[in-house]
């Protein structure tokens, strides 16, 4: 069987490309995203990055020998689109043979929750790529940790990050977020989830899983590059679709969104026949995938984006500080200021709305802010980068009594936030409102629009990039 070898980034794009990813153009927030540069220059500077020369036509490069004794399955061939560095990987399993504690950890979206699969708990791929490990290492403690949320991207994933993940000390991370990430702020919140990981104290394993949906949407050509910079395993049932290896009918549900259980299945068994191969390399000492680095893993120079929300964070109301009266922030150059309470944020005034126990999508959702009469709220935020999570319930204003915000940021609109909009189900929705590249106060104001009919919200949380 012909086997991938080393592939450059451009080869490793094009092969995606027929993923069909296509970029959001109908949700509020992509008004308010960052201008990145295109994917072909990405492309360009991620080569140069790993050393390795594009050529126009993205060929391959020469094929390398044949490892023996590990037959790799067409399947598995064409979804290994990279294997990477699996030096972390190998480790994990070592400390998983001699017994240890072991965390798996999944972040990602509805599929990584579980949706369709049934029973959703024993039968979405995480679970099932999970159980690999136990039936592989059954003298260890191994862990399981699912951080899936429907409907979000990779911006609230890198806000939640430290909270639903990392605070568990993970031994491996999955992150998926190629079928709702939409728009190029995600490149720069991907890249963030990446770098927050590798870099972190416990140093995980961290595996790019790559997911379509019917029609072939999928933002793994973008994601590609930045997963290929730092060397990350690529594991893209996407890619099966692309080459005919699979069809949708057989593994996906009728939403055109989601697996059914036999594509739970079909995901979870690619994980596990990567696990193999990287076991077979662990214990022979030859190499599974020819695109695999055994080397110890060292961490790339530079950034392909901005990389701002690898600091990321969500605030909920236990964060806010009060003041008896209310403080005119407009003058207010640091929350550090003398008069100023302690605490990074502040109210200014809560009008109607009022601290309340909210929709509960969040994993370590605490209270956050409620009205239904479609009050006003103003509060000070210093930080990088600072964007607003709220419900967004399935219908419009009349039917879901949702109101319609304008914000206000410094006393400049920025942004619209719709309390209603006819989708799939009630939901978790963002708003990014400041994107800066430096740690300043900004005094953000929430009112209903011009036209709003709705008296209900809520404010889930408030999104920071803050650097330390």
Known sequence: MKKKVMISALALMLALSGCGAKESTTTESAAMQTTEAKVPEAKETEAQATGEEATETGAEQKPTEEPSGFEVSPMLDAAVM??????????????????????????GGSITDGSNASPKATECYAWKSYMWWKEAFPEANISYVNAGIGATDSYIGAHRLYEDVLKENPDVVVVEFSVNDTTMINKETYESILRRCLKYESEPAVISLMLCTEGGNSYSEVHAPVAFKYQVPIISYAHLFAVGELKWEQVGDKDGVHPKNEGHKVIAELLGGFFDGVNYTRTTGQKAFDTMDTADYEMPRGALTSSRYEDGRILYAEDFSVAEDAIDFGSVESLDDPGVPEGQVKYISLDSFEVADVRHILKTNKHGFKTNEAGKIEFAVEATAIGIAYLQKNGDSESTGMADYDVYVDGEKKAVM?????????HLA??????????????????????????DFEILGICIADPM
Do not use: C, F, Q
């Open 82 to 107: 990279n294997a990477g560095n699996v030096s972390r990987l190998m480790k994990v399993m070592d400390r998983a043979e001699a017994g240890e504690d072991i965390t798996i950890a999944y972040i």
């Open 418 to 426: 719709l309390g209603s909009n006819k989708s799939w189900g009630d």
């Open 430 to 455: 963002y708003t990014p409102v400041v994107e800066g590249y430096s740690k300043e106060t900004h005094v953000i104001e929430l009112v209903p629009a011009e036209n709003n009919t709705g008296t």
